[in-house]
């Protein structure tokens, strides 16, 4: 369903109401638009629809073994993803988002999402979510709804920063390039999920900008110990 122009290439279109609404259109139909985040450029879709999130690991080269994360602009929308955040992540959530903090939601049995991990028999289905530390980026994800997203790039070359180099990995096979200008570049978020068993009932499982030190403290605060 590729949107292209009349030399034949995709859009590339600035941030505005209009393009906004085409981004809305192209995720509701099933296509793949390029958005800046809060760190690079990244490749995004509907995460309820599976054929759209097969043309990501396709067009990445990606491995099905590495799952895509969510894109949110608030928590409010896991309700509406069938997903939740278990305690202690909830009060992490409420602490380091929107910013470089990346924990695993579990999935309820109502969950229609397309990029669940962990889905073996008997066992919930867990997603990484982010909340991008972008007003630009949440402006988007307003006008979208929640995003699958990859780092715009083919699996191992250099994230793009900006959407030029966005464009040369991946040429006319997306539907609409957002242009939000350079973008600060690759920082590794920190990614936790809850485990009742581990320290404070959670395990770090990549320890990124926001240091373990910092993740354990906010745990504490105000006497707040494991609770909601």
């Not at 609404?21 to 809060?38: C, E, K, N, S, Y």
Request: hydrophobic share 40%; with cysteine; charged share 20%.
């Amino acid at each position: 369903m590729n949107q292209v122009n009349g030399d034949g290439m995709s859009a590339t279109r600035k941030v505005t109401d209009e393009s906004l609404a085409q981004a809305a259109r192209i995720i509701h139909d099933g296509g793949l638009i390029v958005i800046p985040t809060d760190t690079v450029y990244g490749v995004a879709c509907d995460p309820r629809n599976a054929a759209a999130i097969a043309r990501i690991y396709e067009l990445k080269r990606r491995p099905r073994y590495k799952a895509l994360q969510v894109l949110l602009d608030s928590t409010d929308q896991l309700d509406e993803l069938g997903l939740e955040l278990p305690s202690p992540l909830n009060r992490l959530s409420a602490a380091f988002l929107p910013g470089a903090f990346s924990p695993i939601a579990v999935a309820r049995p109502d969950c229609t999402l397309e990029t669940l991990a962990d889905t073996a028999e008997g066992r919930p289905g867990t997603q990484g979510i982010r909340i991008p530390n972008s007003a630009l980026c949440l402006e988007i994800l307003r006008a979208t709804g929640p995003l699958a997203a990859s780092s715009a790039n083919r699996s191992g070359d250099e994230s793009a920063q900006t959407v030029d180099e966005a464009v040369e990995a991946f040429g006319n096979q997306i539907d609409l390039y957002l242009d939000g200008g350079p973008t600060q570049g690759h920082i590794s978020s920190t990614v936790v999920k809850a485990d009742p068993y581990a320290r404070d009932g959670i395990e770090i499982l990549r320890e990124g900008v926001i240091p373990q030190s910092m993740i354990r403290k906010a745990l504490h605060l105000n006497g707040g110990g494991l609770g909601a």
